[in-house]
């Protein structure tokens, strides 16, 4: 395991990281939680990522106690929190000071900690104003009550608003960014957000490596009947893979998977280790139900030197985009 700054931060983020998103609280509970972050710890993993909305609230319910349990001391991990939507009633929704402020004590009371390493702003309030959401998230840092703070699925005028916001007001800027990133998705990390790196040295810790399992090749012969695709609550998702623009994603997976065949890797390492050859990308959030899931994509790390420049260009041939070479390695 490597380890890379947040942004400009100081901040040391192990490359892989962990997060809760659908298994947790759902899949995961108790003993498997445990085992499953014993497990990233024991292999250098440092950042547990976590958000209110999260099983609503019940994810943050069970690291907590697997935190709780395994003792490890305060210093050596990360852990963060979202916020954006905490219940049902208009107190409970969105970035208002309100709201902010009363979903980081909420969650640190889950979580069982003093303090969130990471907060972010799970999607951006049109309801708010940016500068009460930069304010309050200033205040929480002042408080110590969270040590950086960041954005997740924001826009790149959104980021810049919050970032002119706070060098005007002399307050803490966003330090961090959330998005979706993956072999399909890449529009916001390697285009949109391109100014900011150098603008507000921003960093990322990005989700769905593996586009919700579909990068693993798993589906190229249909549903398995234990996938998150068949997870109530995920029809939007079976939707989404099932429409034509999914079906040819699904073809692409195949010509993937022959090229992952040809170099000696699976396909779940090809598409961990894409993500992890942009060099603006702070962390990588993986997600595991089972222990053989997490070993397998930790594993990745071993075949670092099999995604070269070469590989890269083949894989950007198959999805019809141009390589992004300059933000490679």
């Given amino acids: 395991m490597?380890?890379?700054r947040l942004g400009k931060s100081g901040l040391q983020v192990s490359e892989f990281s962990f997060g809760s998103?659908?298994?947790?609280?759902?899949?995961?509970d108790g003993g498997d939680a445990v085992s499953l972050m014993a497990h990233?710890?024991?292999?250098?993993?440092?950042f547990f990522d976590n958000a209110e909305g999260y099983e609503s609230g019940k994810s943050e319910v069970v690291m907590g106690e697997a935190l709780k349990t395994l003792g490890w001391t305060r210093d050596s991990y990360i852990v963060?929190?979202?916020?954006?939507?905490?219940?049902?009633k208009p107190t409970q929704r969105g970035l208002s000071r309100k709201h902010v402020t009363d979903a980081a004590h909420a969650a640190l009371k889950r979580l069982q900690v003093d303090y969130l390493d990471l907060y972010f702003c799970h999607r951006p309030d049109i309801d708010t104003p940016i500068e009460e959401t930069v304010r309050a998230m200033h205040d929480l840092v002042t408080q110590g009550k969270v040590l950086y703070w960041g954005t997740s699925e924001w826009s790149a005028q959104q980021l810049t608003e919050a970032f002119a916001v706070a060098r005007d007001l002399r307050i803490t800027p966003p330090?961090?960014?959330?998005p979706q990133y993956n072999i399909f998705e890449r529009q916001k990390v390697e285009s949109d957000y391109l100014p900011l790196y150098q603008l507000m040295g921003l960093g990322t810790t990005i989700?769905?490596?593996?586009?919700?399992?579909i990068l693993t090749g798993k589906y190229n012969k249909g549903t398995p009947n234990d996938s998150r695709l068949n997870l109530p609550g995920y029809e939007w998702l079976k939707e989404k893979w099932s429409s034509e623009a999914g079906r040819a994603q699904l073809s692409q997976v195949e010509e993937l998977t022959r090229l992952a065949d040809e170099i000696g890797i699976?396909?779940?390492?090809?598409?961990?280790?894409?993500?992890?050859?942009?060099?603006?990308?702070?962390?990588?959030?993986?997600g595991a139900s089972r222990l053989s899931q997490l070993k397998d994509n930790l594993a990745a790390l071993e075949n670092k030197n099999k995604v070269?420049?070469?590989?890269l260009a083949r894989i950007d041939a198959i999805v019809g985009n141009k390589p992004a070479a300059p933000q490679r390695f």
């Fill in 2 to 4: 490597e380890y890379r």
């Fill in 175 to 178: 330090t961090m960014e959330q």
């Fill in 40 to 46: 990233a710890y024991d292999n250098g993993v440092n």
């Fill in 266 to 286: 699976s396909m779940t390492h090809l598409a961990l280790l894409w993500c992890l050859s942009n060099r603006h990308v702070s962390t990588v959030i993986l």
């Fill in 80 to 88: 963060s929190s979202k916020v954006f939507w905490g219940g049902s």
């Fill in 207 to 213: 989700w769905s490596p593996l586009a919700s399992g």
């Fill in 21 to 28: 998103w659908v298994t947790f609280g759902k899949q995961v």
């Fill in 308 to 311: 070269n420049s070469e590989v």
